[in-house]
Nanobody, 122 residues
Framework: QVQLVESGGGVVQAGGSLRLSCAAS????????LGWFRQAPGKEREFVSA????????SYADSVKGRFTISRENAKVTVYLQMNSLKPEDTAVYYC???????????????WGQGTQVTVSS
C-alpha cells in the first residue's frame, strides 16, 4: 500500500502561480512513477505530468508544457507541481497517483490521493 497526500491547491487569478505537493508514504519503491492528473467538472480525469523516481525522467501533457514543472524532494519522497501562467481552463481537482511505469492513462496508476482543488478565475 502507498499513501499519497496532496496539498497546495487554492484560488488564483489567471496568470498566477500555485505549487502543489504530493507526499508519498508506505510501500513506495524507487522504481515507481509519481504522476499528476486533473478532473474538471463534467470531464474525464486527464494526465498532466509524471516523474520517474529512478532516473528523474519527466513527462507533460501538451496543454501544460512550458507552464508546469514537476520536481521532487528526495528526503521527503515528495513530488511538486509548479504551475505558472495559470488559465481558467486549468481549473480542476488535481490528483497525485503512483504507477510502476510511466503511463498516461488512469488505469496505469495503482494508488491515488484524495485530490486538491485548483480554481483559476478570469
Amino acid at each position: 500500500q502507498v499513501q499519497l497526500v496532496e496539498s497546495g491547491g487554492g484560488v488564483v487569478q489567471a496568470g498566477g502561480s500555485l505549487r502543489l505537493s504530493c507526499a508519498a508514504s508506505g510501500r513506495f519503491f524507487s522504481t515507481y512513477v509519481l504522476g499528476w492528473f486533473r478532473q474538471a467538472p463534467g470531464k474525464e480525469r486527464e494526465f498532466v505530468s509524471a516523474f520517474r523516481w529512478s532516473d528523474g525522467s519527466t513527462s507533460y501533457a501538451d496543454s501544460v508544457k512550458g507552464r508546469f514543472t514537476i520536481s521532487r524532494e528526495n528526503a521527503k519522497v515528495t513530488v511538486y507541481l509548479q504551475m505558472n501562467s495559470l488559465k481558467p481552463e486549468d481549473t480542476a481537482v488535481y490528483y497525485c497517483a503512483t504507477s510502476r511505469f510511466l503511463g498516461y492513462a488512469t488505469g496505469d496508476y495503482d494508488y491515488w490521493g484524495q485530490g486538491t482543488q485548483v480554481t483559476v478565475s478570469s
